[in-house]
């Protein structure tokens, strides 16, 4: 189990995914507006972890440059057909993880990360990377579910059950308490941690972060 099999796994899974309703709509606008706020139209932006392209096509128009990448080339080809169903200048979608993408082929001023994190499996590495890739003092603004936070039931039965017969992917389980600890040895300073959920328990804090050289 790896990489590869997580591609599979979102690649079955992308087109019910495409129709899936986002569960908190106004919270998911806040996150938009404050992530919005955050970018400068000069801005040079990655975004992981971009599934169907929702969020990028959102956001793209307001920067400059905005690449989009996701590990399934299935999300990925769905983000296409919206993007040439409403193009945007400066939009480009591409398969690829973090760590396919060379740190000296662009300098980013931010990058996004929303349900992301808790998805790949070398948090730490990871964290090196999304810092490699941004340029002097930029910004890696993400929010991600925290499953340590959860309902043990969930993590440690319902999830492990759904992973054993393919029904759900790899979840790293951490808390937001613990984010910190991965977040500042990677050279990052923490500016904020918001809660956006505006229904429900949202183990989702949204998270701004500085790079620090």
């Known amino acids: 189990m790896g990489i590869a099999s997580d591609a599979r796994f979102w690649d079955r899974s992308s087109r019910k995914y495409a129709m899936s309703a986002i569960a908190d709509h106004a919270g998911y606008e806040r996150t938009l507006d404050r992530t919005r706020a955050l970018l400068e139209p000069g801005d040079k932006v990655l975004e992981l972890g971009c599934g169907t392209g929702t969020t990028a096509l959102r956001l793209a128009g307001d920067v400059q440059n905005y690449l989009a990448t996701d590990i399934s080339a299935g999300m990925i080809a769905i983000a296409h057909e919206k993007h040439v169903a409403g193009p945007i200048p400066g939009l480009v979608f591409r398969t690829a993880t973090v760590e396919a993408l060379a740190p000296d082929a662009a300098q980013f001023n931010a990058v996004l990360g929303f349900n992301y994190l808790h998805l790949v499996r070398d948090l730490p590495g990871t964290l090196r990377r999304i810092h490699a ?5 930029g ?6 579910p925290c499953v340590g936070d959860m309902n043990p039931l969930i993590r440690f039965a319902v999830l492990p059950a759904l992973r054993a017969i393919g029904k759900a992917p790899y979840a790293g389980v951490f808390r937001a308490a613990d984010l910190s600890q991965h977040i500042s040895p990677a050279g990052f300073d923490v500016l904020a941690t918001e809660s956006h959920a505006t229904k429900g328990d949202d183990n989702r804090p949204y998270i701004m972060a500085r790079e620090w050289t």
Request: without cysteine; proline residues 0%.
């Open 133 to 137: 890739l941004l340029a002097a003092e």
């Open 139 to 144: 910004l890696f603004i993400f929010k991600t």
